[in-house]
DNA sequence: GTTGGTGTTCAATTCAGATTGAACAAATCC
DNA sequence: GGATTTGTTCAATCTGAATTGAACACCAAC
């Protein structure tokens, strides 16, 4: 694991102005950290930091990403509630605008990253408890109940905490 | 972003028992979640599973990895607080064992891989309230200074949501 | 000194997952 | 009906990060 340096990383986005291309930046590097996408945090930037909302197109060529990049990442984006679509009476087409509600980001993720992967793990390990029960040493069956018990209060504490930080951060 | 599946992913352990290549599994799954090098998660699973400390030869030989990939990772877990050395008076050899208080594990993490980033995307931020200052359109930089805001304030509830975090996990 | 055991480093390789782009709907206008 | 505009899908490709493995450093024992 590389210490976390500055100035990596950068593209260039002829199109876009200096307060863009840095705003874009910053998400960037912040889905990096969610382990998500890039181009997520390149559309959701752009959209954070446009005055009006954006079509679709807009996103291909500002950001010189593919269309097929542009329409998956704005339905990940709506997934989590990041973005949300907007119909002008002007246009068919479809224009967006970044919802920057902190708790909703913030329950979105939860939503669709973090909770999907504490039930699999809560799955995971009721699996394990069948299996290590039926263990011949009742020394090593004692050793491996105590852990899989530890691993179940982990889980616990996930379902706890995610309430209380949605509750801290919702203004 | 694929829906997240079960059973997906597995690799062989051929040297392993089924409970063990469980736990492996559960712990695969969750650095992925953080975003850490699946190395980790098999290294720190089979350490969390064994009720005697393990050599790097033993990681080495019992998950089928290199021992360069054992080696850089033991480096990280240590670096996060998540595996601890034991020298054993019978052996000139190092020995490892997983440290399984929650506490430490998350306080690690925060230190690492959190912190780190709260603390560029600040500076980016800082960097940005400059360039935002200086833009002729009085009306753009109204706009462009109240998202501007939005960003610090965010990176402040990130701050203060750390220390509750880990006080809430802490038992 | 030398030899053997133990662990680290880092350039080369591999691989998972992100991105592309072309084919394909679907909807609107003529 | 056909032509055009807008958006989606998904196999193929590309890219960056993880992993490998061989060279290297270190140290203990002899």
Redesign the interface.
Same mark, same amino acid.
């Given at each position: 694991?590389p210490?976390?340096r500055?100035e990596d990383d950068i593209r260039e986005f002829p199109s876009l102005g200096?307060?863009e291309v840095?705003?874009i930046?910053?998400f960037v590097?912040?889905v990096?950290?969610?382990?998500?996408p890039r181009s997520l945090g390149e559309i959701y930037g752009l959209l954070?930091?446009s005055?009006e909302p954006l079509s679709l197109d807009d996103l291909v060529s500002l950001l010189g990403i593919s269309k097929g990049s542009a329409s998956q990442g704005l339905r990940?984006l709506r997934?989590l509630g990041a973005v949300r679509e907007i119909s002008m009476e002007s246009s068919r087409r479809a224009f967006y605008q970044a919802d920057?509600e902190?708790k909703r980001l913030v329950g979105g993720f939860i939503r669709? *990253?973090?909770r999907?992967?504490l039930e699999?793990?809560q799955?995971?390990?009721g699996? =394990?408890v069948d %299996?290590?029960g039926d263990?011949e040493d009742p020394r090593?069956r004692e050793?491996?109940e105590s852990?899989v018990k *530890?691993?179940e209060?982990?889980i616990k504490?996930g379902r706890?905490?995610l309430p209380? =930080?949605q509750k %801290?951060?919702g203004e």
């Open positions: 694991m210490p976390v500055e200096p307060i840095q705003v930046q910053v590097d912040g990096k950290v969610l382990g998500l954070f930091i005055p990940s997934g920057t902190l669709e *990253q973090v999907p992967h699999s793990g799955s995971k390990i699996r =394990l %299996v290590a263990h090593q050793f491996f852990r *530890q691993l209060s982990w504490k706890i905490v209380v =930080l %801290v951060l």
